[in-house]
Protein backbone atom coordinates (compact mmCIF):
# COMPACT_ATOMS: atom_id res chain seq x y z
CA UNK A 1 0.00 0.00 0.00
CA UNK A 2 1.53 3.62 -0.86
CA UNK A 3 2.11 5.46 2.03
CA UNK A 4 0.36 8.80 3.05
CA UNK A 5 2.36 12.02 2.39
CA UNK A 6 2.40 15.40 3.95
CA UNK A 7 3.02 17.78 1.38
CA UNK A 8 3.58 21.54 2.55
CA UNK A 9 1.41 23.76 0.48
CA UNK A 10 1.62 27.20 2.14
CA UNK A 11 -0.32 28.99 0.38
CA UNK A 12 -2.62 31.74 0.03
CA UNK A 13 -5.83 30.99 -0.92
CA UNK A 14 -6.53 34.89 -2.44
CA UNK A 15 -3.16 35.34 -3.89
CA UNK A 16 -4.44 35.56 -7.27
CA UNK A 17 -6.63 37.97 -6.65
CA UNK A 18 -4.52 39.64 -4.74
CA UNK A 19 -1.90 40.06 -7.69
CA UNK A 20 -4.55 41.07 -10.14
CA UNK A 21 -5.45 43.93 -6.97
CA UNK A 22 -1.82 45.42 -6.70
CA UNK A 23 -1.69 45.45 -11.10
CA UNK A 24 -4.47 47.50 -11.30
CA UNK A 25 -3.83 49.69 -8.73
CA UNK A 26 -0.63 50.33 -9.92
CA UNK A 27 -2.01 51.39 -13.37
CA UNK A 28 -4.52 53.53 -11.35
CA UNK A 29 -1.74 55.31 -9.98
CA UNK A 30 -0.41 55.75 -13.31
CA UNK A 31 -3.67 57.49 -15.12
CA UNK A 32 -4.66 59.40 -11.68
CA UNK A 33 -7.81 57.97 -11.47
CA UNK A 34 -9.07 57.44 -8.06
CA UNK A 35 -11.51 54.44 -8.09
CA UNK A 36 -13.76 54.10 -4.81
CA UNK A 37 -15.16 50.76 -3.71
CA UNK A 38 -18.45 51.41 -2.53
CA UNK A 39 -20.14 48.52 -0.30
CA UNK A 40 -23.76 48.18 1.76
CA UNK A 41 -26.24 46.13 2.00
CA UNK A 42 -29.32 46.43 -0.31
CA UNK A 43 -31.17 49.75 0.63
CA UNK A 44 -29.08 51.33 2.49
CA UNK A 45 -28.78 54.20 -0.44
CA UNK A 46 -25.60 53.31 -2.68
CA UNK A 47 -27.11 54.46 -5.55
CA UNK A 48 -28.70 57.20 -4.12
CA UNK A 49 -25.79 58.82 -2.56
CA UNK A 50 -23.97 58.32 -6.24
CA UNK A 51 -26.99 60.67 -7.30
CA UNK A 52 -26.40 63.37 -4.72
CA UNK A 53 -22.65 63.73 -5.00
CA UNK A 54 -22.29 63.44 -8.56
CA UNK A 55 -23.25 66.61 -8.95
CA UNK A 56 -22.28 67.69 -6.15
CA UNK A 57 -18.44 67.42 -7.72
CA UNK A 58 -19.36 67.75 -11.64
CA UNK A 59 -17.36 70.97 -12.21
CA UNK A 60 -14.30 69.83 -10.24
CA UNK A 61 -14.30 66.43 -11.56
CA UNK A 62 -14.87 64.06 -14.68
CA UNK A 63 -16.32 61.01 -13.01
CA UNK A 64 -17.88 57.89 -14.20
CA UNK A 65 -19.88 54.75 -12.16
CA UNK A 66 -19.43 50.91 -12.41
CA UNK A 67 -22.40 49.34 -11.42
CA UNK A 68 -22.30 45.60 -10.61
CA UNK A 69 -25.49 43.83 -10.11
CA UNK A 70 -26.43 39.92 -9.75
CA UNK A 71 -28.82 40.34 -13.03
CA UNK A 72 -30.46 43.89 -13.58
CA UNK A 73 -29.59 47.15 -15.21
CA UNK A 74 -31.91 49.01 -13.04
CA UNK A 75 -28.86 51.06 -11.23
CA UNK A 76 -26.80 52.25 -14.46
CA UNK A 77 -29.75 53.56 -15.61
CA UNK A 78 -30.61 55.85 -13.06
CA UNK A 79 -27.31 56.87 -13.11
CA UNK A 80 -26.94 57.59 -16.91
CA UNK A 81 -29.74 59.82 -16.86
CA UNK A 82 -27.59 62.50 -14.90
CA UNK A 83 -25.79 62.15 -18.19
CA UNK A 84 -22.78 60.66 -15.70
CA UNK A 85 -21.08 57.64 -18.08
CA UNK A 86 -21.82 54.31 -16.28
CA UNK A 87 -21.36 50.83 -17.49
CA UNK A 88 -23.16 47.81 -15.74
CA UNK A 89 -21.20 45.03 -14.56
CA UNK A 90 -23.94 41.33 -14.04
CA UNK A 91 -21.77 39.41 -11.76
CA UNK A 92 -23.78 36.19 -12.93
CA UNK A 93 -25.12 35.31 -9.02
CA UNK A 94 -21.73 36.37 -7.76
CA UNK A 95 -22.18 37.96 -4.60
CA UNK A 96 -19.65 40.16 -4.81
CA UNK A 97 -16.82 42.00 -7.07
CA UNK A 98 -13.50 40.65 -7.27
CA UNK A 99 -10.49 42.55 -8.72
CA UNK A 100 -10.74 40.90 -12.19
CA UNK A 101 -13.84 41.66 -12.38
CA UNK A 102 -13.51 45.44 -11.54
CA UNK A 103 -10.61 45.56 -14.14
CA UNK A 104 -13.20 44.30 -16.68
CA UNK A 105 -16.11 47.17 -15.58
CA UNK A 106 -12.76 49.40 -15.30
CA UNK A 107 -11.66 48.43 -19.01
CA UNK A 108 -15.20 48.41 -20.57
CA UNK A 109 -15.98 52.46 -19.10
CA UNK A 110 -12.39 53.70 -19.94
CA UNK A 111 -11.07 54.59 -16.45
CA UNK A 112 -7.85 56.61 -17.68
CA UNK A 113 -10.30 59.12 -19.26
CA UNK A 114 -11.50 59.60 -15.50
CA UNK A 115 -10.50 61.92 -12.89
CA UNK A 116 -12.85 59.75 -10.03
CA UNK A 117 -14.56 56.03 -10.42
CA UNK A 118 -17.58 54.96 -8.33
CA UNK A 119 -18.07 51.25 -8.39
CA UNK A 120 -20.97 50.26 -6.63
CA UNK A 121 -20.24 46.38 -5.17
CA UNK A 122 -23.02 43.84 -4.94
CA UNK A 123 -25.37 45.07 -2.40
CA UNK A 124 -23.79 42.59 0.51
CA UNK A 125 -22.04 42.90 4.13
CA UNK A 126 -20.38 39.97 3.77
CA UNK A 127 -18.62 38.45 0.98
CA UNK A 128 -17.44 42.40 -0.74
CA UNK A 129 -15.79 42.71 2.57
CA UNK A 130 -13.43 39.74 1.78
CA UNK A 131 -12.34 40.33 -1.93
CA UNK A 132 -9.75 43.50 -2.74
CA UNK A 133 -10.63 45.08 -5.69
CA UNK A 134 -8.14 47.19 -6.40
CA UNK A 135 -9.95 50.24 -5.59
CA UNK A 136 -7.84 53.20 -4.10
CA UNK A 137 -10.92 53.15 -1.66
CA UNK A 138 -13.15 51.34 0.47
CA UNK A 139 -16.07 53.23 1.14
CA UNK A 140 -19.08 51.72 3.12
CA UNK A 141 -22.26 52.86 3.99
CA UNK A 142 -24.44 52.03 7.17
CA UNK A 143 -27.93 53.44 6.85
CA UNK A 144 -30.01 54.33 10.14
CA UNK A 145 -32.85 51.16 9.58
CA UNK A 146 -30.24 48.71 10.03
CA UNK A 147 -29.32 49.34 12.99
CA UNK A 148 -26.44 50.85 15.21
CA UNK A 149 -25.15 46.91 15.88
CA UNK A 150 -24.03 45.97 12.57
CA UNK A 151 -20.09 46.47 13.50
CA UNK A 152 -20.86 43.35 15.77
CA UNK A 153 -22.02 41.07 12.67
CA UNK A 154 -19.92 42.54 10.15
CA UNK A 155 -16.85 43.22 11.87
CA UNK A 156 -14.63 42.20 8.88
CA UNK A 157 -16.36 45.00 6.61
CA UNK A 158 -16.41 47.70 9.01
CA UNK A 159 -12.56 47.08 9.54
CA UNK A 160 -11.72 46.98 6.02
CA UNK A 161 -13.07 50.80 5.23
CA UNK A 162 -11.32 54.06 5.55
CA UNK A 163 -14.64 55.21 5.24
CA UNK A 164 -18.06 55.11 6.92
CA UNK A 165 -21.46 56.80 5.70
CA UNK A 166 -24.41 57.12 7.60
CA UNK A 167 -27.36 57.22 5.93
CA UNK A 168 -30.77 58.29 6.51
CA UNK A 169 -30.43 60.42 9.21
CA UNK A 170 -33.58 62.17 9.11
CA UNK A 171 -34.87 59.00 9.98
CA UNK A 172 -33.36 58.78 12.96
CA UNK A 173 -35.86 60.53 15.05
CA UNK A 174 -38.54 57.41 14.16
CA UNK A 175 -36.18 55.05 15.59
CA UNK A 176 -33.72 54.56 18.67
CA UNK A 177 -30.30 54.61 16.44
CA UNK A 178 -27.68 55.59 18.66
CA UNK A 179 -24.97 57.24 16.74
CA UNK A 180 -22.47 57.90 19.27
CA UNK A 181 -22.67 53.88 20.01
CA UNK A 182 -22.19 52.93 16.82
CA UNK A 183 -19.11 55.07 16.37
CA UNK A 184 -17.69 53.76 19.69
CA UNK A 185 -18.14 50.17 17.99
CA UNK A 186 -16.84 51.30 14.58
CA UNK A 187 -13.68 52.65 15.54
CA UNK A 188 -13.14 49.60 18.12
CA UNK A 189 -12.39 47.93 15.38
CA UNK A 190 -10.74 50.49 12.92
CA UNK A 191 -9.69 53.96 14.61
CA UNK A 192 -8.98 55.82 11.76
CA UNK A 193 -12.11 55.68 10.08
CA UNK A 194 -14.23 58.70 8.90
CA UNK A 195 -17.59 58.44 9.45
CA UNK A 196 -20.04 60.89 7.70
CA UNK A 197 -23.72 61.11 9.04
CA UNK A 198 -26.26 62.19 6.22
CA UNK A 199 -29.05 62.26 4.31
CA UNK A 200 -29.30 61.81 0.44
CA UNK A 201 -33.07 62.45 0.74
CA UNK A 202 -32.59 65.63 2.33
CA UNK A 203 -29.22 67.18 1.50
CA UNK A 204 -27.92 67.39 5.29
CA UNK A 205 -24.29 66.20 5.81
CA UNK A 206 -23.76 65.66 2.17
CA UNK A 207 -20.83 68.67 1.78
CA UNK A 208 -18.49 67.09 4.97
CA UNK A 209 -18.42 63.59 2.78
CA UNK A 210 -17.63 65.80 -0.50
CA UNK A 211 -15.51 68.23 1.28
CA UNK A 212 -13.58 64.82 1.98
CA UNK A 213 -13.52 63.18 -0.92
CA UNK A 214 -12.58 66.36 -2.89
CA UNK A 215 -9.62 66.24 -0.11
CA UNK A 216 -8.57 62.51 -0.57
CA UNK A 217 -8.72 62.99 -4.32
CA UNK A 218 -5.69 66.15 -4.24
CA UNK A 219 -3.69 64.11 -1.32
CA UNK A 220 -4.08 61.19 -4.07
CA UNK A 221 -2.80 63.30 -6.68
CA UNK A 222 -0.09 64.67 -4.39
CA UNK A 223 0.93 61.58 -3.74
CA UNK A 224 1.75 60.69 -7.37
CA UNK A 225 3.79 63.17 -8.07
CA UNK A 226 6.13 63.50 -5.13
CA UNK B 1 -22.00 33.05 0.09
CA UNK B 2 -18.43 33.29 -1.59
CA UNK B 3 -17.44 29.85 -0.32
CA UNK B 4 -17.97 28.53 -3.80
CA UNK B 5 -14.88 30.82 -5.88
CA UNK B 6 -12.83 30.46 -3.09
CA UNK B 7 -13.06 26.67 -2.99
CA UNK B 8 -12.34 26.61 -6.86
CA UNK B 9 -8.96 28.16 -5.66
CA UNK B 10 -8.76 25.60 -3.14
CA UNK B 11 -8.84 22.83 -6.13
CA UNK B 12 -6.64 25.24 -8.27
CA UNK B 13 -3.98 24.94 -5.76
CA UNK B 14 -3.93 21.50 -4.44
CA UNK B 15 -3.91 20.38 -7.96
CA UNK B 16 -1.35 22.02 -8.81
CA UNK B 17 0.99 21.17 -5.70
CA UNK B 18 -0.12 17.33 -7.11
CA UNK B 19 1.30 17.68 -10.01
CA UNK B 20 4.61 19.07 -9.01
CA UNK B 21 4.81 15.94 -6.19
CA UNK B 22 2.98 13.36 -8.44
CA UNK B 23 0.46 12.67 -6.32
CA UNK B 24 -2.58 10.08 -7.29
CA UNK B 25 -4.86 10.94 -4.79
CA UNK B 26 -5.33 13.75 -1.99
CA UNK B 27 -6.79 12.72 1.09
CA UNK B 28 -6.97 15.77 3.24
CA UNK B 29 -6.32 19.47 2.81
CA UNK B 30 -5.65 21.87 6.02
CA UNK B 31 -7.09 25.09 5.67
CA UNK B 32 -6.01 27.73 7.64
CA UNK B 33 -8.81 30.84 8.20
CA UNK B 34 -8.63 34.06 10.11
CA UNK B 35 -11.61 33.95 12.43
CA UNK B 36 -12.93 37.00 11.10
CA UNK B 37 -13.86 35.28 7.84
CA UNK B 38 -17.27 34.25 7.07
CA UNK B 39 -17.21 31.46 5.71
CA UNK B 40 -19.14 28.10 6.56
CA UNK B 41 -17.18 24.69 6.89
CA UNK B 42 -20.55 22.79 5.62
CA UNK B 43 -20.57 24.41 2.37
CA UNK B 44 -17.06 24.69 1.47
CA UNK B 45 -16.98 20.66 1.89
CA UNK B 46 -19.94 20.50 -0.23
CA UNK B 47 -18.52 23.01 -2.95
CA UNK B 48 -15.31 21.19 -2.59
CA UNK B 49 -17.40 17.40 -3.37
CA UNK B 50 -18.90 18.64 -5.93
CA UNK B 51 -15.77 20.65 -7.98
CA UNK B 52 -13.58 17.90 -7.33
CA UNK B 53 -15.33 15.11 -9.04
CA UNK B 54 -12.97 13.03 -11.14
CA UNK B 55 -9.94 14.61 -10.06
CA UNK B 56 -7.03 13.69 -7.81
CA UNK B 57 -8.91 15.78 -4.83
CA UNK B 58 -12.27 13.55 -5.18
CA UNK B 59 -13.54 12.26 -1.56
CA UNK B 60 -10.68 14.25 0.12
CA UNK B 61 -11.56 15.80 3.65
CA UNK B 62 -10.57 19.77 3.67
CA UNK B 63 -10.09 20.26 7.43
CA UNK B 64 -10.52 24.38 8.66
CA UNK B 65 -8.01 25.25 11.11
CA UNK B 66 -9.70 28.62 12.74
CA UNK B 67 -7.16 30.93 13.26
CA UNK B 68 -7.54 34.02 16.68
CA UNK B 69 -8.76 37.24 16.09
CA UNK B 70 -5.82 39.06 17.44
CA UNK B 71 -6.09 42.62 19.10
CA UNK B 72 -3.49 45.28 19.58
CA UNK B 73 -3.88 48.62 21.96
CA UNK B 74 -2.12 51.36 20.39
CA UNK B 75 -1.88 52.38 24.47
CA UNK B 76 -0.11 50.17 26.30
CA UNK B 77 0.51 47.49 23.10
CA UNK B 78 -0.94 44.69 24.77
CA UNK B 79 -1.89 42.14 22.07
CA UNK B 80 -4.80 39.84 22.91
CA UNK B 81 -6.84 36.92 21.35
CA UNK B 82 -10.65 37.79 21.09
CA UNK B 83 -13.82 35.95 19.71
CA UNK B 84 -15.90 37.67 16.46
CA UNK B 85 -19.26 38.23 18.50
CA UNK B 86 -17.58 40.42 21.25
CA UNK B 87 -15.10 42.47 18.60
CA UNK B 88 -17.60 45.10 18.92
CA UNK B 89 -17.81 45.62 22.41
CA UNK B 90 -13.52 44.56 22.68
CA UNK B 91 -11.84 46.57 25.70
CA UNK B 92 -7.98 45.82 25.97
CA UNK B 93 -6.62 43.03 28.03
CA UNK B 94 -4.27 44.88 30.13
CA UNK B 95 -5.34 48.50 30.65
CA UNK B 96 -8.93 47.60 29.94
CA UNK B 97 -9.43 50.58 27.72
CA UNK B 98 -11.47 49.97 24.32
CA UNK B 99 -10.31 53.39 21.57
CA UNK B 100 -6.83 52.60 20.32
CA UNK B 101 -7.44 48.93 19.53
CA UNK B 102 -6.57 47.72 15.98
CA UNK B 103 -7.17 44.49 14.37
CA UNK B 104 -3.61 42.56 13.61
CA UNK B 105 -4.33 39.12 12.48
CA UNK B 106 -7.85 37.13 11.67
CA UNK B 107 -8.09 37.76 8.49
CA UNK B 108 -6.39 34.98 6.76
CA UNK B 109 -6.78 32.33 4.10
CA UNK B 110 -4.39 30.19 3.19
CA UNK B 111 -3.75 26.43 2.57
CA UNK B 112 -1.23 24.78 4.89
CA UNK B 113 -1.01 21.45 3.72
CA UNK B 114 -2.44 18.21 2.81
CA UNK B 115 -2.28 14.25 2.37
CA UNK B 116 -1.73 12.40 -0.40
CA UNK B 117 -0.56 8.97 -2.00
Redesign the interface.
Given at each position: MEKVRLIEVKENILSDNDAVAADLRRTLFASETYVINLMASPGAGKTSLLLQTLPRLSDLFSMGVVEADIDSAVDAEKIMKTGVKSVQLRTGGFCHLDASMVKKGLDAIGYEKFDIVFIENVGNLVCPAEFDTGAIADVMILSVPEGDDKPLKYPLMFSKCSVLIVNKTDMAVLSDFDIKKLEKRVRRLNPGIKIFPLSCRTGEGLGSWTGWLEGAVAEFRKGIST | ??EL??TE??LD??LK?ARL?H??EI?S?T?HVGG???LEDEWIQHYFDYLSKDTQASGARLIIERLPIVMKC?LCDERFAIE??E????RCAGCGK??????ISG?E?????????
Open positions: - | MHPVKIIVHNVSRILLSDGKSIGEAGDRLSIKYYIKEMEAV
